[in-house]
């Protein structure tokens, strides 16, 4: 008997009837040649923020897939999706902020705090059996603050000082409402906190400083948090990220964009010339303004560029694609309707509000096949 059966069993509402499929079919396990796997995008997830539980290698010729909080107990269902009919059935832990694709993938938005925990994926072939149970843990952290906002007496947030700096000067990453209770906290080049982007740590308790993977020796960490950037070059010009962690374990991150002029610089590197830049103009918006963000330096033999919500470049982020060969534009799924391209590669954003806020990428794909890809960050405050 198959799940589609089951679940339309007269006296039973859908979720019971994969309750008794489920236990027909708990022993019955078959293994699967290629292992499923599942991925958190983004990997570090705040509340507020959406998140994709991405599925990789799901087997082929299935009946069916069950998300569960938790293991997979029934009664900690999230959902299911029935392949032979596209039918969605929401679960008892199914809390209206998931939705379930075809690939396996199981989207939540607006996650919170109690989000976190384990995730398990069955997955059914059509013979009745269980091919395959995954897991994976989502963590979510306390709300990400961004920096350039309409600061709070507690904000987290950084200043570039000065806010633009001429290669071959300093430059003091100057940290603002450093929690109390710190534990220890993180400096990371670029938007995304991975270890072999660490610049430098410093832990409280030991009141000592260490270099991480991407410290070049320019940089000097002091305890308040503040880095010193010394004889800049413009390969340190982009983002960098503050991770704090506090005694009772709680995250919060903040973000800089660094400006290093080349144009007040005393030699030329003939590289500069060609570097892909991104502009937010205003760089603070009132909800209700227009933002452009403004792409320098786009390379002569691009073939397409694509825009993105966020610092992921996976297609359910993309806001829009434009094709020089056909001179069109694909719509992506992060698309809210009050966006508009132009063959340039700016973006134009109009009647913004502060779920807008954040960071934006911009990846070209040139005749080489070879990719480029920079990011920008804008921030929207209410009026």
């Excluded at 599925?55 to 392949?83: C, D, Q, S």
């Excluded at 920096?147 to 000082?161: D, K, R």
């Excluded at 807008?356 to 070879?370: A, P």
Aim: with cysteine; proline share 5%; hydrophobic share 40%.
């Amino acid at each position: 008997m198959g799940v589609s059966s089951l679940l339309l069993c007269k006296g039973r509402n859908p979720w019971q009837g994969l309750l008794l499929s489920a236990l027909l079919l708990i022993c019955c396990h078959s293994p699967t040649n290629a292992e499923v796997t599942i991925e958190s995008v983004p990997l570090n997830v705040f509340e507020g923020d959406n998140v994709l539980l991405q599925v990789r290698n799901l087997p082929e010729n299935l009946l069916a897939f069950v998300w569960f909080k938790g293991v997979t107990n029934m009664k900690r269902g999230i959902a299911l999706y029935e392949l032979n009919t596209n039918l969605r059935v929401p679960g008892p832990l199914h809390s209206g902020r998931e939705t379930l694709y075809r690939n396996g993938s199981l989207w939540i938005s607006n996650v919170t705090h109690e989000d976190t925990g384990l995730y398990s994926l069955r997955t059914i072939n059509k013979n009745g059996r269980t091919v395959s149970i995954t897991t994976i843990h989502l963590h979510v952290y306390i709300s990400p603050v961004f920096c350039g906002g309409p600061p709070t007496s507690a904000q987290l947030t950084i200043e570039s000082v000065p806010p633009s700096v001429a290669e071959g000067g300093s430059v003091l990453l100057l940290v603002h409402n450093l929690p109390e209770n710190l534990r220890a906290l993180f400096w990371h080049r670029g938007v995304i906190v991975l270890n072999n982007l660490e610049v430098a740590r410093h832990i409280v308790a030991k009141n000592s400083s260490v270099p991480g993977p991407a410290h070049s020796g320019r940089e000097t960490l002091y305890s308040n948090g503040s880095l010193l950037l010394h004889n800049v070059t413009w390969k340190d010009t982009g983002f960098y990220t503050l991770r704090t962690l506090s005694r009772d374990l709680k995250v919060e991150l903040a973000h800089v964009q660094l400006h290093v002029d080349t144009s007040l610089s005393t030699c030329c590197n003939p590289l500069t010339s060609a570097q892909l830049i991104l502009e937010s103009v205003p760089r603070h918006a009132a909800e209700g303004q227009r933002v452009l963000l403004l792409v320098h330096n786009l390379p002569d033999d691009w073939r397409t560029f694509s825009w993105y919500k966020g610092v992921y470049d996976i297609q359910i982020f993309r806001i829009a694609e434009y094709s020089r060969a056909t001179n069109s534009i694909t719509r992506g799924h992060a698309r809210s309707g009050r966006e508009t391209l132009y063959p340039n590669g700016s973006l134009l954003l109009r009647n913004v509000t502060e779920t807008d806020s954040g960071l934006y990428t911009f990846q070209v794909l040139k005749k080489d096949l070879k990719i480029e890809t920079a990011h920008v960050q804008i921030h929207v405050y209410s009026k």
